[in-house]
């Protein structure tokens, strides 16, 4: 379960590119043009970019799963409509990012049967559970936070269906973050126990958070030829370490400790310097042995299953609609 490295159904037999073709390419990127569907490119560009849409369309939709939890249990009718707006705008980005890959040759049914098969990656952020009120503080603060620094660069991003797609996700996010960041400062200005609760959550997501980025440059497959070809604009480590510096005052702010007794200030490089992830943890959770793996997989099949009807129902209407115009048309020829 969850262990693919690569969606199968979408590879493609390797190809041996032109190397004219794949010089001038390159120019195109260096030149910082914009490479659009009905451009040439290289196989393994369009292949790396359905793998890196896919998982990241595939994340918004099983991210929807833990904040879900908390719909009917928000402590207010406002919190209540602000997350359900919420949960339906990562319902949108998942459908801008599959409509992105499509461009690329693929369908949205195959991708997302990827997913349900337990054969694609998303996010290893959302295999952790929900457990309280300042668990959806915590995902918009930390986890959209995050999101945000590593998806400003992607508005930059050399394809240019992703780069449009993201700079409409990206503002969403920036609402999101703001709403997580003022539920934990309400809880943080509450009682006792409110405080406690929102560094209990701190507590549990800090290290998953700062896993979000991906593995260390050293140890990531990608990230160089990803760089050359502009799709991302910065490495792992190094969005990593500006999401740390962005929002260890902001833990400050709110009172809190961040749960790292290594964490300090660096006035050489004006940096946070941050303890040891537990790089293990990241790879059992991506291989499929998380804390919720199973039920977030469970949870969209199931979905998906309850939704046949209507999407039968809406390919039987659009049939309808389509033999009724034909028929008009053919009545007033
Ligand atoms: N989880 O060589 P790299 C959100 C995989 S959206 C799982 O460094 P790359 C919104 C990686 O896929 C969050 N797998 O790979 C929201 C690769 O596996 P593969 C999602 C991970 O692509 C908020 C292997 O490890 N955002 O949160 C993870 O150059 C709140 C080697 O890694 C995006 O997808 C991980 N954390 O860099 C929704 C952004 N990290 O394919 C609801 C776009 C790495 O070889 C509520 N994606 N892997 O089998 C990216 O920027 C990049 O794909 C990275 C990984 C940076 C994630």
């Not at 949960?87 to 459908?95: A, F, N, T």
């Not at 991003?157 to 409409?168: L, V």
């Not at 003022?182 to 006792?192: A, D, K, N, S, Y």
């Not at 992830?277 to 469970?298: H, M, Q, S, T, Y």
Request: proline fraction near 5%.
């Amino acid at each position: 379960m969850y262990t693919q490295a690569l969606n199968e159904a979408v590879e493609r037999p390797r190809v041996v590119e032109d190397p004219e073709k794949l010089a001038a390419f390159q120019a195109r990127i260096d030149a910082e043009e914009k490479i659009e569907p009905n451009d040439w490119m290289p196989e393994a560009y369009r292949r790396t970019l359905i793998r890196q849409i896919s998982q990241h369309a595939h994340s918004e939709v099983v991210g929807m799963l833990p904040e879900g939890n908390w719909l009917t249990r928000a402590p207010s009718l406002k919190r209540k409509a602000a997350l359900l707006a919420k949960i339906q705008d990562e319902g949108g980005h998942g459908l801008y990012l599959y409509a992105a890959a499509e461009t690329l040759g693929v369908s949205r049914e195959e991708l997302y049967e990827q997913l349900l098969a337990g054969k694609a990656k998303y996010s290893s952020i959302f295999n952790y559970p929900t457990l309280t009120w300042a668990d959806i503080g915590c995902i918009g603060w930390l986890v959209d936070g995050a999101a945000i620094m590593n998806q400003i660069p992607l508005c930059r991003t050399s394809y240019g269906p992703y780069a449009r797609a993201m700079i409409r996700i990206c503002k969403e996010e920036s609402f999101h973050q703001r709403q997580g960041y003022e539920i934990m400062l309400t809880l943080c200005r509450g009682t006792p126990e409110q405080k406690a609760m929102a560094q209990d959550a701190l507590n549990r997501w800090w290290w998953p958070a700062l896993m979000m980025f991906g593995p260390p440059d050293s140890e990531s497959v990608h990230t160089e030829q990803s760089m050359r070809w502009k799709i991302k604009r910065f490495t792992n480590d190094e969005l990593r370490q500006k999401f740390v510096d962005a929002t260890v005052p902001q833990a400050h702010y709110l009172g809190l400790t961040i749960p790292d007794p290594e964490l300090r200030y660096d006035e050489a490089t004006g940096h946070w310097r941050y303890g040891k992830i537990d790089w293990e943890e990241f790879k059992r959770v991506i291989a499929g042995f998380g804390p919720c793996n199973r039920e977030r997989l469970e949870a969209k099949r199931k979905a998906h299953e309850e939704g046949r009807w209507v999407r039968e129902a809406a390919l039987a209407y659009a049939a309808k609609q389509r033999a009724r115009a034909m028929a008009q048309k053919i009545a007033a020829e």
